[in-house]
């Protein structure tokens, strides 16, 4: 059974650095055709993908923000991170890490619980 889970600062201030990590047990991260995704959902909004990072450690972004998104990886600890730069109020989420195999239907096969980030002074 895979387990993910979200780990962070539940607040962040404006023009900070939001970084979370999401930690995976029962499977590897480099296991072939697997996707890890991070996804976020604003109050009161539906979901929204922000990017993965594959089994062989390419990254995939969401072009409106791709320019302040960056996704990595520590095999060592079968862990991935996201980090979002300059955030503001509207970054405000629940942010999710979740596993995708874009050949599989359902796509999404295991979510992390999500955990709450707030941006605000």
Request: hydrophobic share 25%; with cysteine; net charge neutral.
């Amino acid at each position: 059974q895979v387990q993910l889970q979200e780990s962070g600062p539940g607040l962040v201030k404006p023009s900070q650095t939001l970084s979370l990590s999401c930690t995976v047990s029962g499977g590897s991260i480099t296991i072939n055709s697997f996707y890890w995704n991070w996804i976020r959902q604003p109050p009161g909004k539906g979901l929204e993908w922000m990017g993965a990072i594959t089994y062989s450690g390419s990254t995939v972004y969401s072009p409106s923000l791709k320019s302040r998104t960056s996704i990595s990886r520590d095999t060592s600890k079968n862990q991935f991170t996201l980090q979002l730069t300059s955030v503001t109020p509207e970054d405000t989420a629940v942010y999710y890490c979740a596993r995708s195999d874009p050949a599989r239907v359902p796509e999404y096969d295991y979510w992390g619980q999500g955990t709450q980030v707030t941006v605000s002074s």
